[in-house]
C-alpha cells in the first residue's frame, strides 16, 4: 500500500524526515492541503501567500524528480487527509510536527482516526532543534528568559541533515481528483503589488541553499557587525526560507561548521531567539492576541486597536485595513511618518516583502511608544505584509519590543529613531534608497514630537504599574 506524506512548513525534499521514512517504506504520494476552515488556524497574510504559491511550484519540480505526485487539496485538513488516504488506499501517513494549538489540535484527532482505521501514522522533528516539551526548567516548567534557554538547547549536539531521497518511490497508481494550484488565487491581480517582492526573491529550497552558500562564504564572517546594518547586506536574509521550511535549522546550523567564529556563534543565537520565539509560541497558544504579562492589559493606549477594529487578518492580500484606525496608523503603514528610519523600513516591507531587524525594531517600538498604538494592530500588519511572516516569531517579537513579553526590553529602553538611524545608517544610503525625496519639501513631516510622546509612553507606563 502506498503512503502519504503530507507536507505542511517544511516544503522542501532534503532533511526531510518524513518524506524519507515514507520513501523507505515504499511508494509514496504527496500532499498539501490550504487549510483555513479549522478552528483556531490563522489565516495566511498576502505576501505570505505570494510566498507558498511560488514555494509549492518550487516542491512540485523537486518532487517530480524523485517521481513522487503532489496533491493540492483545499479545505479543512482532517477533512481532506481523510478523504485522500481513503481514496488513494493508503496503508500510512507521515509528516513533520507542528507546534501551534490548533494545528496540534487537527493533528491528534487525524491520529486518532488513522488508529482507528487502522493505518499507521509516524510524525518527526524537523523545523525545530528542539522540542519545546522536552526542554524544560530545572522546575519542569518552560523557559522564560532567552539565555539560559539557549545554552540548554546549544549544548546538544544536532543531528545531520539528511539527503534527498533517491528516486523512483512514486505511486504510480490512480490518483483522486486534486485542486490546480491557480484555483487558489494565491497571487495578487488588481492590484498587482508583487513586483517588488518577486525582484527580491525567489522562493524555493533550491535559492534558499544559494543563500545559505553564499551567506556563508561572503557574509558571516562579518556578521556580528553587519547584522546590524541595514544599509548592507549584512544579513542572511533566510527568514523566509525557515519559515517555510525550504531550509531545515539543521541544514543552516551545520553549514556554520563546528569551529565557530564569534560572528558565528552570534548567527548560532539568532536561530536560538527563532527556537525561543516557538518555545513561547507552544506554552502560549494566544501569544498573538494576549500580552505575556498581564499587567499591560492595563497599559492605558491612545489607540487600543484590535479590540475596537476586531482582526484585520483576513488573508485575502495586502489591504489598507484597520479604516477606523487613526490616521497615524496609516501613514505609519505607508511610510509617510516623518521619521526617515520608520519610514525606509515601512516602504521597504511593502515592496519587497522583508524588512531589516534593526529596522523592524524601530519602526515597532515607534508604533508601541512614540504613537500609543496597540502592538497587536502592528503585528497584523507584519503579519500581512511580510514574507517570513511568522506564528511564533512575528508576535513573540512584538510583545518583546512592546515590553509584554517573555524576557522583553524593558518598556523604559524606547528607541529613537534618528539617533539610531544616525548609528546604523551612517552615509544616509539605505533612506536615500527608500526615501527618494527625503531631504526634500516632499518629504513628510514629523507626525509627532519624539520628545513629547516618549515622556508620554513613560507616564502612561507608571500609571499601568500604579493601577492595581
Ligand atoms: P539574520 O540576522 O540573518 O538571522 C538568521 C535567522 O535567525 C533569521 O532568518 C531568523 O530565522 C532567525 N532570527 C533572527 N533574529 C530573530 C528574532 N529576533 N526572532 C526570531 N528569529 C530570529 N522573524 C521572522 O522570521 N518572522 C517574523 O514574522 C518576524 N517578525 C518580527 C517582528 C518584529 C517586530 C521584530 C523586531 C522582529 C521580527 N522577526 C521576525 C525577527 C527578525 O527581524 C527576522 O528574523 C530577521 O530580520 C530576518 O532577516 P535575516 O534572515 O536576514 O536575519
Not at 493508503?90 to 491528534?108: F, M, P, Q
Not at 488513522?114 to 510524525?123: F, I, K, M, W
Not at 526573491?201 to 556580528?224: C, D, I, M, Q
Request: charged residues 25%; proline residues 7%; glycine residues 10%.
Amino acid at each position: 500500500k502506498p503512503s502519504i506524506v503530507w507536507f505542511r512548513d517544511d516544503l522542501r525534499v532534503a532533511d526531510n524526515p518524513a518524506l524519507r521514512a515514507a520513501v523507505d517504506d515504499g511508494a509514496a504520494v504527496a500532499l498539501y492541503v490550504l487549510d483555513e476552515e479549522s478552528p483556531g488556524i490563522r489565516p495566511h497574510g498576502g505576501a505570505a501567500r505570494w510566498w507558498l504559491h511560488h514555494s509549492l511550484t518550487r516542491l512540485r519540480e523537486d518532487l517530480d524528480k524523485l517521481g513522487v505526485p503532489l496533491l493540492l487539496r483545499r479545505g479543512p485538513a482532517a477533512d481532506v487527509v481523510q478523504k485522500t488516504t481513503t481514496a488513494i488506499g493508503a496503508g500510512g501517513l507521515y509528516w513533520n510536527r507542528r507546534y501551534g494549538s490548533a494545528e496540534r489540535t487537527v493533528d491528534a484527532g487525524i491520529k486518532a482516526w488513522a488508529g482507528e482505521a487502522g493505518l499507521h501514522v509516524s510524525s518527526f522533528q524537523a523545523s525545530l532543534l528542539h522540542e519545546p516539551w522536552e526542554v524544560t526548567t530545572k522546575t519542569g516548567g518552560q523557559y522564560k528568559v532567552f539565555t539560559p534557554f539557549w545554552r540548554t538547547i546549544s549544548a546538544q549536539d544536532f543531528r545531520e541533515p539528511l539527503a534527498v531521497p533517491e528516486a523512483g518511490h512514486g505511486f504510480s497508481g490512480k490518483l483522486p481528483a486534486y485542486d490546480q494550484l491557480e484555483s487558489w488565487h494565491l497571487l495578487p491581480t488588481k492590484p498587482d503589488w508583487s513586483g517588488g517582492l518577486a525582484e527580491m526573491w525567489t522562493p524555493g529550497a533550491e535559492a534558499g541553499h544559494k543563500r545559505l552558500a553564499r551567506f556563508v562564504a561572503n557574509g558571516l564572517s562579518n556578521y556580528s557587525e553587519g547584522r546590524n546594518r541595514p544599509d548592507t547586506d549584512g544579513s542572511s536574509c533566510l527568514s523566509p526560507y525557515l519559515r517555510w521550511g525550504e531550509l531545515s535549522p539543521f541544514e543552516v546550523w551545520h553549514a556554520l561548521g563546528s569551529k565557530r567564529s564569534e560572528s558565528a556563534s552570534i548567527y548560532a543565537s539568532e536561530l536560538g531567539w527563532r527556537e525561543f520565539c516557538w518555545h513561547q509560541y507552544f506554552h502560549n497558544p494566544d501569544l498573538a492576541t494576549a500580552n505575556l504579562r498581564p499587567e499591560f492589559d492595563r497599559f492605558p493606549w491612545a489607540w487600543p486597536g484590535s479590540r475596537n477594529t476586531g482582526s484585520d487578518s483576513s488573508g485575502n492580500g495586502k489591504h489598507p485595513g484597520h479604516e477606523s484606525a487613526p490616521e497615524e496608523f496609516r501613514a505609519w503603514q505607508q511610510g509617510r511618518t516623518g521619521f526617515p528610519m520608520v519610514d525606509a523600513g515601512q516602504r521597504q516591507l511593502w515592496h519587497t516583502g522583508w524588512m531589516h531587524n534593526r529596522v523592524r525594531m524601530v519602526a515597532a517600538s515607534f508604533l508601541v511608544k512614540n504613537l500609543g498604538i496597540h502592538w497587536q494592530l502592528g503585528e497584523q500588519w507584519f503579519w500581512d505584509t511580510l514574507v517570513d511572516a511568522d506564528p511564533a516569531s512575528n508576535p513573540a517579537n512584538w510583545q518583546w519590543v512592546a515590553g509584554s513579553g517573555a524576557d522583553a526590553s524593558p518598556f523604559f529602553r524606547i528607541f529613537n529613531p534618528e539617533a539610531q538611524r544616525v548609528k546604523f545608517d551612517p552615509q544616509g544610503k539605505y533612506i536615500a534608497h527608500w526615501i527618494p525625496e527625503f531631504g526634500t519639501p516632499e518629504y513628510a513631516e514629523e507626525i509627532v514630537d519624539l520628545k513629547t510622546t516618549r515622556a508620554e509612553a513613560l507616564e502612561a507606563y507608571k500609571e499601568m504599574r500604579e493601577v492595581h
